[in-house]
Each structure stands twice: as C-alpha cells, then as structure tokens.
C-alpha cells in the first residue's frame, strides 16, 4: 500500500479486508504470545483486537508457542494437555482423565483444547488424539520449567488408581488403558521411582497375561518379582504370588522346566510361611500339577489334583471357583488317560457349577463347554462336539478377542472335528488360518504351534498330500524333540506319524529306523 503512515498501516489494512470487494483471503497473526497485545493498559491505546477485521469471506488464524492462551482461561485444559503429554498421544478415553467435580469443567476444558486445535476426537467412541507436536512441545515446556518430572508422577498416582485388575468384566477398560499404562511405566521419570508402585505395575502385567501377551506380561512379572524382593523381602507372601505369577507364564509359553523349577520352590515357601492349608498354597499345589499334566506326565499330576480337590473343598468350599478349578483340571487328567466316561461327568457338573457361579460368559466357564466339547471329540460324538465348540469360539471371539489364545484354540477344535468327519477342505482351511495367527501370538516354537503343524500335516496327509505331509512332520518332529524332549507323548506320536508317512512313500528303511529309535524312547518314558 503506497502513500499510507506506518501508524495507520493496521487500521489500512482492517478496513480494507472488511470490505466484500477483498475477497477471499487468510491473515495469519504468527507468534502472537504477547498477552498485553489482547487487553487494555491504562493508556486507553487499541489493542489488537481493535484492528481485527470482520467478513464473512476471511478467515483468521492465530498461531503461539506459549501456553498461557489456555492456562489464563482454564486451567483444568492446561491440567489436561500436561496428564496428556505423560501418556499416548493416541487414543486416550476422555474417563482416563483427572474428573473434576463438574462435567461442565470438564467439557469446557476439553471444548477448549478443541478449539485450539491441540486435541481431536478420534473415532465414534469418544476417545481424544493430542495433536503429536503438542504432545512434544508441552513436554518440552514442563522440563524447561522444571516441571516434568512432577507431572509423571502425578500421572502415575492417577493411573494407579485408575487401572483395572485382571478381573475379566474390566477386559474392555484395561485394554483401553493399557497403551496408556505401557507409555508411562517407559519413562525414565517413572522407573526411577518405581518402587513405589509395584501394585500398578503388577496389575499391568496380569491383565496382559489375562490377555494372552505372554512375552510382555513377562518382562513386567520380572521386574515386579525383583522389586518385591527387594522391598519385602524374599519370602513375604506377595515376593511368592510374583515366583508364582512368572511359572505360570512360563508354562504358557511352552517353558515347562523353567515354570517346574519355579513352582516346586513357591510351593515348598508357601509351606514354611502359610501353611499347607492355605489357599495359596493349594494355588501352588494345583500349578505344579498342571505344569506336570502339559509335560504328560498324567499320574503324577492326577495324584496332586485329587490332593489339592480335597483340600479345597475343605478350606474354600465345594463351589468356589479355585475348587471347580481343580474339579476342571482333574477331569482333563482323566481325559488324557482315556477314562472318558469319569471325564465328562466332572465336565458336566463344574460347567453347571461354573454357570451359576461365574456367569454363563466367563472365560473359566467358556473353558469348561470347550473342555466338554473335547470329551465328546474323543469318544466320538462329533455332532455334539461341534455344537458346542461353535458355540464357545463365537463367545471367545466377543469375550477375548479373535487373536487370543484360546480362541485360536477354538478354532483348532473345530478344524479337528471337521477332521474327523471328513471336512478336511474345510479343516485345512481353518488349520492354515490358525498356524499362522499361532505363530504370530505365540511364536513358532509353542507347542500349541507344533500341534497346528502336526494337524495340518494330517489333514493333508489324509487328502493323498504326503510330500506336503512329510515337510511338516519333519519339521514338527524336530521341533517337538527340542520343545517337548525326545520322551515326550507328543514326541513319540510325531515319529509315528512320519514314519508311516515314509512307509507309504517308500522310505521303508527309513521308517524302520524311526520306528525303532521312538521304541527305544518309549520304553525310557
């Protein structure tokens, strides 16, 4: 603009972008961090808000670097953009947040961080998403001014009381939080001080095992079990539940040894500090059994779980859950030791039992329809089988999710009772599916792995595919004999199986072979 005084350029240029004839544009007021520009001084000078133009054609855009636009006006939003800066920037359910004591605060504090466009809905679920360089820059504003470390604590004294125990009806929060609750606990801020809260991390850990995420739920279980020593001492009853916690995790991924070891030592601790007639020392007894049933060693295992059934029922009651469990368990013995008739009649009478108690949609209760549906599989009654397991994968798939274990699982029983009634298109179809998804959860040498392997390896077996069989059995042999140990049941069937595989080739001294070193293990098993 030619021909205008330097003190009129802002009132030039108002009246100017006022006009209709300006068209469209966009003034962008950069940096505009000085509070003293938008308020009245004592001089009665304009501000600029005074110079601000006004058109329906034009748009204004405010940028700042200071957070003083927000705490000035609200300071529960600026409370808010700090909680947010300690967790995931993605994600964050608005009922994660600090509440205040009215929802109106609460809104208008979110309706602001809106505004400024610090925030954005994502989704339908209401969830928040602090824009990433936020995220940054507000962290970067607490530790100039000193502040940061403050606020991961104050986040973390929020996030311990807000998240969840394991307990099944809190699946839905826990996994909301858990991006949160894992972002936190990485901080150094956080580790520096985590001995105060080993209850949080603990609770962590156990919804990521409810949850299948057994290498992550491990790592937290180790540092929580250290922790614990360190604090309470070796043999104080939380140090034992966390040696207990980190076997079971073990044994689930396939590490039975390892989870033996730790078991037998909880179990002789929780003798000399409990009782043998403690809860949680029966809790010991029960998963050294288990641990014994995965490695087949069925009479041992059979031996604790009558132990242990009977001990429960004294000390908990005939219909408390740990007590159904080991109903549960004991009936799995008998299974795995053709006594199918014994078997069903504890699955029947801890599924009733587990319905009333639990609920008709509780994991334990979804264990028992697929623990039945199992008992019929082996005698034979295919349809009622696959009835059921229909029933227990559609509930696992809602309850758990469709990538957990046990509804991998689920979807393995059904393949194999298509199996057996000569569906093999449509087993094959469900085996390949479940293989890869097992190998992706659990990784590829989990014994749950193997199995898919070896019942894929049979499906194609029993469609004339032996060259396809034969690389799979090959392959799940050598990996169930560094697994499982060469004197494994399951070892022994996968020689078996490849050796009639060769037989039918015509691989016959190599079959002969294999059949005499699977005799030589047998008879050391």
Known sequence: MSGVKPAEVKEKVKAYLSQESAGKWLLVFDNADDMEMWSKDNTNSPTLTDFLPQCEQGHILFTTRSRKQIQR???????????????NPRGIPQSLLPQPNSIK?????????????????????????LHRLVHLATRNWMRKSQQFSLQILKTADHLSE????????????????????????????????????????????????????????????????????????????????????????????????????????????RKQVLGPEHPDTLTSIANLASTY????????????????????????????????????????????????????RLQVQVLELRKQVLGPEHPDTLTSIANLASTYWNQGQWKEAEELEIQVLKLRKQVLGPEHPDTLTSIADLASTYWNQGQWREAEELEIQVLELRKQVLGPEHPDTLTSIADLASTYWNQGQ?????????????LSKQVLGPEHPETLTSMNNLAYTWKLLGKVQDALALMEKKNKNQLLY
């Open 293 to 344: 049933w995965t490695q087949g060693r069925w009479k041992e295992a059979e031996e604790l779980e009558k132990q242990v059934l009977k001990l429960r029922k004294q000390v908990l009651g005939p219909e408390h859950p740990d007590t159904l469990t080991s109903i549960a368990n004991l009936a799995l013995t008998y299974r795995n030791q053709g006594r199918w008739k014994e078997a069903e």
């Open 73 to 87: 006006s609200n300071k529960l939003a600026a409370d808010y953009l700090s909680f947010m800066a300690c967790i």
């Open 466 to 478: 032996w060259r396809e069989a034969e690389e799979l059995e090959i392959q799940e042999m050598e």
């Open 162 to 269: 807000t998240f969840p125990n394991d307990d099944h009806i809190h699946r839905k929060v826990w996994r909301e939080y858990m991006p949160h609750a894992l972002s936190l606990i990485a901080e150094a801020d956080f580790q520096k001080e985590q001995e105060n809260y080993i209850n949080f991390i603990n609770n962590i850990g156990m919804c990521l095992y409810s949850d299948g995420r057994w290498k992550e739920a491990e790592r937290l279980q180790v540092q929580v079990l250290e922790l614990r020593k360190q604090v309470l001492g070796p043999e104080h009853p939380d140090t034992l539940t966390s040696i207990a916690n980190l076997a079971l995790t073990y044994r689930n991924q396939g590490r039975w040894k390892e989870a033996e070891r730790l078991q037998v030592q909880v179990l002789e601790l």
């Open 105 to 129: 605060k609460k809104i208008d504090a979110i309706g602001l961080l809106k505004a400024f466009s610090f925030v954005s809905e994502g989704g339908g679920d209401g969830s928040l998403n």
